[in-house]
T-cell receptor, first 112, second 113 residues
């Protein structure tokens, strides 16, 4: 099955700074890479995703980049705010595309 | 609201007991996934059903089982519960086709005492 590695496991940044979280995957057939944000005690929610036909996607302060050759993708959050504090998970699908393997999560703390 | 409904929200039970967690997927979604999230842990994939049939299995213990019914709701059965089974159990659903977004329910927090 797919092996997804996520780094770092914890990240602290000052408010206004940028945060970058990186994930690598093993199955070269994977074509869809979502990122989920999970606030304490709540459900994971999709914040952005990218498909393999593009190398970058942006949505306001968040962006995701994908390098299919190197099999890694990254989440970029600019101008971080305290409400960005949460656990972020990357995911990659199985080769059938029908199940997701999640990274181990990154706990982001934005310090006011 | 994701459209995925899980019941109950909280469950406290004793070791050795059996519980059933229920999930109603978003309207029209055929795939249901179950995940286990222990304290400060990531999302561990347990099992997936698609239109009533088991599609994929992850790290699901033999004491656990699941099924998806004709109306597409799913149940996760946990038996001979141990203290280590205490966790947040999430259900997610997605639509037809590969590589589509998975929507998560709010989870069931299981505490085994």
């Amino acid at each position: 099955g797919e092996n997804v590695e996520q780094h770092p496991s914890t990240l602290s940044v000052q408010e206004g700074d940028s945060a970058v979280i990186k994930c690598t995957y093993s199955d070269s057939a994977s074509n869809y890479f979502p990122w989920y944000k999970q606030e304490l005690g709540k459900r994971p929610q999709l914040i952005i995703d990218i498909r393999s036909n593009v190398g970058e996607k942006k949505d306001q302060r968040i962006a995701v980049t994908l390098n299919k050759t190197a099999k890694h993708f990254s989440l970029h959050i600019t101008e971080t705010q305290p409400e960005d504090s949460a656990v972020y998970f990357c995911a990659a699908p199985s080769n059938t595309g029908n199940q997701f393997y999640f990274g181990t999560g990154t706990s982001l703390t934005v310090i006011p | 609201d994701s459209g995925v409904t899980q019941t109950p929200k909280h469950l406290i039970t004793a070791t050795g007991q059996r519980v059933t967690l229920r999930c109603s997927p978003r309207s029209g979604d055929l795939s249901v996934y179950w995940y286990q999230q222990s304290l400060d842990q990531g999302l561990q994939f347990l099992i997936q059903y698609y239109n009533g049939e088991e599609r994929a299995k992850g790290n699901i213990l033999e004491r656990f089982s699941a099924q998806q019914f004709p109306d597409l709701h799913s149940e996760l059965n946990l038996s001979s519960l141990e203290l280590g089974d205490s966790a947040l159990y999430f259900c997610a659903s997605s639509g037809q086709g590969a590589w589509t977004e998975a929507f998560f329910g709010q989870g069931t927090r299981l505490t085994v005492v």
